[in-house]
């Protein structure tokens, strides 16, 4: 302002004139200092003033998040409808169809669906390698665990009348053929041979229902489901699912602790393994029914779940379960088939069983065998005090120590040839023995 | 067999023998000169057929059965591949012809091995007492004597000297009916997975059968306990039948021998250490082999070129080496609904035929050759196997004597043998599954299973 530059300067050099009284001059015209011009915000009149005031204006423009306020300000080619070089690339939003097509619909959401639960359950399956192994799978069934097979299961083994003649020649011929003769080529592949091996073994069994027709009454089933739901301590756990081939029998295994064992297990302390939750490596879901289901219908003549066999039988070792994580899978399943079954018999209320339920299980990858015989005591799972469960394992059993397909030659001399090495007959005769057992 | 690449280059490997050539001309003993014998690597006739009885020389003295199956398939060329489970019309009569076989409906005279009792059938004979009667089950004679066989037939059971327990049908069919039910009533499945309707209920169902069976029956039959298993196996077998020219290629103009390739993969099959009795003379003859003027490619046969493999389900070295029962199951590809909605139901048992005559052919000639048997070499006894195939209601029954292997082109003319193939139609083992029952149960249908499980040679 031009005006104001001469009419500053002229009032600061009468001021410095040294006017007195504080008189100034401005325009010719004596004036005083007045009341001080408010420098302030200026007070909120309609005169003065456009919009809301500042605090409400403040929270009508929230501040968002930075990542979401750059998406906002950048300039995108979206308008031009071409690409741009030097703008952004433009998210558009997703495309909704109008009308539901169902092969293109990403389905019910979890909160929509009518299975939804507000507590979350974690189901066993069989892909799930627990970490802790046997110790977890003990904890989440209230189990004690002993070492080597019950007596039962070792008289049978020790009695020279439960073999068949020649039987450890017809064992060696089983082994041969799966590992050696099974194929065209010249190795077969573990996937052919753990299951030749498997069948063979059962053959071999089968055929003892010459000396003990009982045995004729017994059914295997492949493909089958499981589902067992119990509550361990304020947690659901259920297991679910196909898990391996299970051996029915019209009659149940007779229990094979004596009362006094099943009473004194309730001295017994579960390990914990803090800090690692007993819940690792199960899956959880939100969405489940809860199931107790032997797989089979009411009616069926061959109720009673004698044998699990377990068979890993792919060819990577990564795929296979380690000897440890067959173990647990071999335990939560025998004690899943054995819940089942304790549920359909005695009802859904948690209780001692006077009359225990006992499920085998024989766990194998061709060359070594996990022999295991599970007995059910007691429903009552939510506590970890009182009657346990009681399993007896016998691991890493080896039916032959190595099979050679190819004859190992050093400079054109044959050092090994092609054949199995290390045969152990007592192997099959424990297989035999869980087998023979409950019909012996 | 016209191996003609091969040999050259293994003939500087060996050295020139004395061995005696059909070309030579008679030398006198004692003789100064080498005998004068046809060049062996010209391009002519006489050379040719040389270095073919070179050839036939090496198999005949190879040192082992697998060495005699290594040379036997080592030249590959290219060769039709025959299917035993095929659409293709009128596949028997085609296949009979490719494996020179004679076709007999029903199944061969045979007496019953055991005596069956039914249960209806009651026969008061005052003999009866020391036999188990058919109620009681046979485990109250808990110790199976390896019997004498009844010669009689199945409707009257003559007394016994010896203590073997007649069958018990009722248990047989308790068992039938019990892996039935489980597999299509009792087990939890979900719906089968599309076209894979014989994985879900028939499969299961015929591996159960077959193996409750196999046990239940092998206290009677002691060739069973000694058996062998197997599911899923795998049973190859290359032949040479007739003569063709090759049409194209470089190999234009020649004469060629006809090869076949089977590879075939029954459901399940029991092996045995001993064979099983022949069911007529090696000469039989029982009927006409079809006689088809057209190439195998009308059929519609189609060529490949591959591995040349003779398979019986495991290797040589194996002591089950001889064939007792397969059992094959009929794809859904190939089942019934879908023969009826295309019009063509007398092509229905075609397929079990099919099936029948080229999976046994393919097995028993797999087994004469484990045993050093081949073309050149003519099978000394007969080859007997028998075979079910199913679709897991229907069943027909095929019981095979393999006579000949000698089918090349030179060896066809002065061989009078033939195959014989017995077989029955299909028939239905039940009418229908429901609520936890089976209705409608065919017994004749087991009772023709059992006496196949039952077979066994004449000294057991």
Redesign the interface.
């Known amino acids: 302002m031009a005006a104001a530059g001469p009419m500053a300067l002229r009032r600061a050099a009468a001021k410095g004139s040294g006017s007195g009284g504080g008189l100034a001059l401005a325009r010719g015209v004596l004036t005083r200092a007045g009341p001080p011009r408010p420098r302030g915000p200026l007070p909120r009149t309609p005169w003065t003033t456009r919009g809301p005031p500042p605090d409400v204006l403040a929270q009508a423009v929230e501040r968002l998040p930075v990542r979401e306020q750059v998406e906002l300000d950048t300039i995108t080619y979206a308008g031009r409808q071409h690409f741009m070089p030097g703008l952004a690339r433009p998210r558009f939003p997703p495309w909704d169809r109008g009308w539901h097509d169902p092969w293109h619909s990403p389905g019910p959401r979890y909160e929509d669906m009518p299975l939804r639960k507000d507590r979350s359950c974690f189901v066993c399956h069989q892909n799930v390698r627990m970490l802790e192994g046997v110790r977890q799978a003990q904890w989440l069934t209230k189990t004690k665990l002993v070492e080597g097979l019950p007596p039962s299961v070792q008289s049978i083994i020790d009695n020279p009348a439960h073999r068949l003649e020649d039987h450890e020649e ?1 064992v060696r ?2 082994v ?2 799966a590992r ?5 080529e010249t190795a077969p592949k573990r996937e052919h041979y753990c ?2 091996l498997f ?2 073994l ?2 071999i069994c ?2 003892m ?8 009454k017994r ?7 499981i589902a067992a739901t119990w509550e361990r301590e304020s947690i659901l756990f259920q297991v679910r699912g196909q898990n391996g081939i299970l051996m029915n029998s019209m009659a149940p295994i007779p229990p094979v602790a004596s009362k006094e064992e099943v009473l004194a297990t309730e001295e017994h302390v579960l390990e914990t393994f803090h800090p690692i939750s007993p819940t690792i490596d199960l899956q959880e879901v939100i969405v489940y029914k809860e199931l107790n ?1 032997t ?3 009411e ?4 109720s009673h779940a004698h044998t699990l066999f377990f068979l890993e039988s792919a060819n990577l070792r990564p795929r296979r379960f380690r000897p440890e994580q067959l173990r647990a899978k071999m335990l939560m399943f025998a004690f899943g088939n054995a819940l089942a079954k304790a549920r359909l018999l005695y009802g859904n209320d948690p209780k001692v069983l006077e009359q225990p339920v006992v499920v085998q299980s024989i766990g194998t990858d061709g060359q070594f065998f996990q022999f295991m015989v599970f007995q059910l005591n007691t429903t009552d799972l939510v506590s970890s005090g009182g009657i346990k469960n009681m399993v007896w394992i016998d691991s890493d059993q080896k039916l032959y120590e190595n099979a050679l397909c190819i004859p190992e030659v050093k400079k054109r001399v044959v050092l090994k040839p092609a054949g199995i090495y290390g045969f152990q007959p007592d192997t099959f005769k424990k297989f035999l023995a869980l087998y023979l057992h409950g019909t012996v | 067999m016209a191996v003609l690449g091969r040999r050259w280059l293994l003939w500087h490997g060996r050295c020139w023998s004395s061995q005696a050539e059909s070309a030579a001309l008679p030398q006198p003993p004692d003789s100064l000169y080498p005998p004068i014998v046809a060049s062996a690597t010209s391009n002519s006739k006489a050379a040719k057929r040389r270095r073919l009885e070179h050839f036939k020389q090496r198999v005949h003295a190879a040192p082992s059965v697998e060495e005699k199956l290594r040379l036997y398939g080592l030249l590959q060329r290219p060769k039709y591949m025959v299917y035993p489970q095929t659409f293709a019309l009128n596949a028997d009569r085609w296949y009979q012809s490719f494996t020179k076989t004679v076709f007999v409906p029903g199944l061969p005279p045979r007496a019953p091995p055991a005596a069956v009792k039914t249960p209806g059938a009651v026969a008061p004979e005052a003999a009866k007492a020391p036999e188990v009667v058919a109620g009681a089950a046979p485990g109250a004679a808990a110790a199976p004597a390896p019997g004498t066989e009844a010669p009689a037939a199945a409707e009257a059971p003559k007394p016994e000297a010896g203590a073997t327990p007649s069958l018990d049908i009722g248990e047989l069919r308790s068992l039938a009916c019990d892996a039935l039910l489980q597999e299509s009533f009792y087990q939890n499945k979900k719906r089968p997975f599309l076209y894979r309707d014989q994985d879900h209920t028939p499969g299961p169902f015929l591996t159960q059968l077959v193996s409750t069976l196999a046990a239940f029956l092998s206290c009677r039959n002691p060739l069973l306990s000694a058996s062998s298993l197997d599911l899923n196996p795998e049973v190859n077998y290359y032949w040479h039948h007739g003569e063709e020219v090759v049409d194209r290629g470089y190999r234009k103009g020649r004469v060629d021998p006809v090869r076949f390739q089977i590879d075939d993969n029954p459901h399940l099959q029991i092996r045995v250490p001993k064979q099983l009795p022949q069911v007529v003379p090696l000469e039989a003859n029982l009927g006409d082999v079809p006689v088809i003027d057209h190439k195998p490619s009308k059929l519609p046969l189609f060529k490949r070129q591959y591995e040349n493999k003779v398979f019986i389900g495991s290797k040589v070295a194996d002591p089950c080496c001889y064939g007792h029962t397969q059992f094959h199951l009929i794809p859904d590809k190939l089942k019934r609904e879908r023969f009826i909605k295309a019009r063509l139901d007398d092509q229905i048992e075609v397929v079990y035929r099919a099936n029948g005559i080229a999976s046994l052919f393919a097995w028993t000639a797999a087994q004469a050759m484990y045993q050093g048997f081949w073309n050149e070499a003519d099978v000394t006894r007969p080859f007997v196997s028998q075979a079910v195939v199913t679709d897991g209601k229907y069943f027909a029954f095929f019981c095979y004597q393999l006579n000949t292997l000698a089918l090349t082109a030179e060896t066809i003319e002065n061989n009078p043998r033939k195959n014989i193939c017995w077989g029955t139609d299909s028939k239905p083992l039940y009418d229908v599954v429901e609520d936890g029952s089976v209705k409608g149960f065919n017994d004749e249908i087991l009772l023709h299973l059992v006496r196949f499980l039952l077979n066994r040679p004449k000294e057991l």
């Open positions: 017809r011929h089983a041969w053929h050696l003769w099974n194929t065209t299951p030749a069948e063979d059962i053959h089968r055929l229902s010459a000396k003990y027709p009982s045995l004729a059914m295997l089933a492949r493909n089958y489901r289901d797989g089979f219908k009616g069926y003549p061959y």
